[in-house]
């Protein structure tokens, strides 16, 4: 069956001013007009998706089938369009039979123009005429229905884009107003969601704005690499200035007694000469040849010189920011407000993971391991996944370990942070599980803790390069909350 692209082209129709209206409809409707104008990252995300709208609708025209009739008409009237004006003429009668079977619009015209004739033939200019009135007519009910399939699209897109900008809207407090935050949003906001799932969300994201230290914490966490030095393949002579020691004599320390006439460092003696009547022209002629009696002080002067050495120059290499690998403890004890300040945590690390287009997977251990990856592009339905879960269980933080250093030996993750969110009331880690993290940890690979509990084990403590401490006892909750 023929396409509506096909017939339109056939037709020598060139449907991309339609698309073009279509995509000028788009963002000039009223229901969305005022979702954009309140988040203008969100436009600039819409403008670079209209390209990919436009192809979509493109090929929805394409792959759409006409009516039958109107499919059987053109091919008619391609058969009809071969024949001479001799073989129209015998087969007048029978072309308009076939039209009033198809129930074409233009069998009534067709009928009105072979009433006015006044031979039984048509001539040369009739047969133009009619040929040409035929095609206007199939061209005006491709139009037609190119319209409808267009007004339609037009409204479900309208529906669709309300829906996602809605959803991204209410998703952007969760990042930094950044295109590149709301264009990782909206890629996220494509899946099918309901109202109460984007409520989770926030209601987490609410959370974590009143916990800020939460927010401090993981911004810490985000960029504590730092840049690995790289020595220079050759040594090379440089001068270098560099300060080298003289003694001088600024005042610093007491280095003894000396004749002068600094009247400010006197000795007691010389001062009781000067109070008595018979002795005070002999200060004063001591004072004119100073030959007072004073300390004597001395310091160190470090002055600048030049001199050639051989320096070893590095090149700063800047560490790659990468991916995060984040364990969470879903076990008893992380119940309550333990479990908010974990999944808020984790909200914290996939905001910086937007805005700095780096991925986030992660882990939550008990006996079994559930893993979501939160940046793929099914990430939001994971993410809802994710909060929904509630921490009951055991805590089997080997086992968690084991599947993270397995997980970096793959390909994309193997520049990866591996974060591990627990109280770290635990049992002794085997002393394999040691060892394999110490080989990645040489291999520049990073562990962190990030504790909820002071009652975590130091044992366990120990393998990892960085341990950040979150109090979540009531005391210090209230102490936190006073200072806000």
């Given at each position: 069956?023929?396409s509506?692209d096909t017939?339109?082209?056939?037709l020598?129709?060139?449907?991309?001013?339609?698309?073009n209206?279509?995509?000028?409809?788009?963002?000039?409707a009223p229901?969305?007009?005022?979702?954009?104008q309140?988040s203008?990252?969100?436009?600039?995300?819409?403008?670079?998706e209209?390209?990919?709208?436009?192809?979509?609708?493109?090929?929805?025209?394409k792959?759409?089938?006409?009516?039958?009739?109107?499919?059987?008409?053109?091919?008619?009237?391609s058969q009809?369009l071969?024949?001479?004006?001799y073989?129209f003429?015998?087969?007048?009668?029978q072309?308009?039979q076939?039209l009033?079977?198809?129930?074409s619009?233009f069998?009534h015209?067709?009928?009105a123009?072979?009433?006015q004739?006044?031979?039984?033939?048509l001539?040369?200019?009739?047969?133009?005429?009619?040929?040409?009135?035929?095609?206007?007519?199939?061209?005006?009910?491709a139009?037609?229905?190119?319209?409808?399939?267009?007004a339609q699209?037009?409204?479900?897109?309208?529906?669709?884009l309300?829906?996602?900008?809605?959803l991204?809207?209410v998703?952007a407090?969760?990042?930094?107003d950044?295109e590149?935050s709301?264009s990782?949003?909206?890629?996220l906001?494509?899946?099918?969601?309901q109202?109460a799932?984007s409520?989770?969300?926030?209601?987490y994201?609410?959370?974590?704005?009143?916990q800020?230290?939460l927010?401090?914490?993981?911004?810490?966490?985000?960029r504590?690499?730092?840049?690995?030095?790289?020595?220079?393949?050759?040594?090379?002579?440089?001068?270098?200035?560099v300060?080298q020691?003289?003694?001088?004599?600024?005042?610093?320390?007491v280095?003894?007694?000396?004749?002068?006439?600094d009247v400010?460092?006197?000795?007691?003696p010389?001062?009781?000469a000067?109070?008595?009547?018979?002795l005070?022209?002999?200060?004063?002629r001591k004072?004119i040849e100073?030959?007072?009696?004073?300390?004597?002080?001395q310091?160190?002067?470090?002055?600048?010189?030049?001199?050639t050495?051989?320096?070893?120059y590095?090149?700063?290499?800047?560490?790659?920011?990468?991916?995060f690998?984040?364990?969470?403890?879903?076990?008893?004890?992380?119940?309550?407000f333990n479990?908010?300040c974990a999944?808020?945590?984790?909200?914290a690390?996939?905001?910086i993971?937007?805005?700095e287009?780096r991925?986030?997977?992660?882990?939550?251990?008990?006996r079994?391991?559930?893993?979501?990856?939160?940046?793929?592009e099914?990430?939001?339905?994971?993410l809802?996944?994710?909060?929904?879960?509630?921490?009951?269980?055991?805590?089997d933080l080997?086992?968690?370990l084991?599947?993270a250093?397995?997980?970096?030996?793959?390909?994309?993750w193997q520049e990866?942070?591996?974060?591990?969110?627990?109280?770290?009331?635990a049992?002794?880690?085997p002393?394999?599980?040691q060892?394999r993290?110490?080989?990645?940890q040489?291999?520049?690979?990073?562990?962190?803790?990030?504790t909820?509990?002071q009652?975590?084990?130091p044992?366990?403590?120990?393998i990892?390069d960085?341990?950040w401490?979150?109090?979540?006892?009531l005391?210090s909750?209230?102490?936190?909350?006073l200072?806000?």
């Amino acid at each position: 069956m023929i396409s509506l692209d096909t017939l339109l082209n056939l037709l020598t129709l060139n449907d991309s001013l339609n698309l073009n209206d279509l995509l000028a409809t788009l963002v000039s409707a009223p229901q969305l007009v005022m979702l954009l104008q309140r988040s203008p990252g969100l436009k600039k995300v819409l403008q670079r998706e209209l390209p990919r709208i436009k192809e979509e609708v493109a090929l929805q025209l394409k792959n759409t089938p006409v009516p039958q009739a109107l499919s059987d008409e053109f091919s008619f009237y391609s058969q009809i369009l071969g024949l001479n004006i001799y073989q129209f003429n015998l087969q007048l009668q029978q072309t308009c039979q076939r039209l009033e079977q198809l129930e074409s619009p233009f069998y009534h015209e067709a009928q009105a123009l072979l009433d006015q004739m006044e031979q039984p033939q048509l001539t040369s200019a009739q047969h133009r005429l009619f040929m040409q009135r035929w095609r206007m007519s199939l061209t005006l009910q491709a139009l037609t229905l190119n319209d409808d399939l267009l007004a339609q699209q037009r409204d479900n897109l309208i529906n669709e884009l309300k829906k996602q900008l809605t959803l991204s809207g209410v998703l952007a407090p969760l990042l930094d107003d950044e295109e590149m935050s709301h264009s990782r949003l909206w890629d996220l906001s494509k899946s099918s969601l309901q109202s109460a799932d984007s409520q989770l969300i926030v209601e987490y994201s609410q959370f974590l704005q009143s916990q800020p230290q939460l927010t401090e914490l993981a911004e810490k966490l985000g960029r504590s690499r730092e840049a690995k030095a790289i020595p220079a393949e050759a040594t090379q002579l440089a001068e270098e200035q560099v300060l080298q020691a003289k003694l001088s004599h600024p005042p610093e320390e007491v280095n003894g007694i000396h004749q002068s006439n600094d009247v400010l460092r006197l000795l007691p003696p010389e001062l009781a000469a000067l109070s008595l009547d018979e002795l005070e022209i002999e200060f004063y002629r001591k004072l004119i040849e100073k030959r007072l009696l004073t300390y004597q002080l001395q310091g160190v002067d470090a002055q600048p010189t030049t001199q050639t050495r051989p320096v070893s120059y590095q090149q700063h290499d800047k560490q790659p920011k990468g991916p995060f690998i984040v364990c969470v403890d879903t076990s008893g004890s992380m119940g309550g407000f333990n479990e908010r300040c974990a999944k808020a945590f984790c909200l914290a690390l996939l905001k910086i993971a937007f805005q700095e287009n780096r991925r986030c997977f992660v882990m939550m251990f008990t006996r079994e391991i559930i893993s979501y990856e939160l940046t793929s592009e099914s990430g939001m339905p994971q993410l809802i996944r994710f909060l929904s879960q509630r921490f009951r269980g055991g805590t089997d933080l080997a086992h968690c370990l084991d599947e993270a250093v397995k997980k970096l030996t793959q390909g994309v993750w193997q520049e990866a942070d591996v974060v591990v969110i627990s109280d770290f009331v635990a049992q002794r880690l085997p002393s394999e599980i040691q060892q394999r993290v110490h080989q990645q940890q040489q291999q520049q690979q990073r562990f962190h803790a990030v504790t909820l509990s002071q009652h975590g084990k130091p044992r366990l403590l120990n393998i990892f390069d960085f341990v950040w401490t979150f109090d979540t006892r009531l005391k210090s909750r209230l102490q936190r909350f006073l200072r806000r």
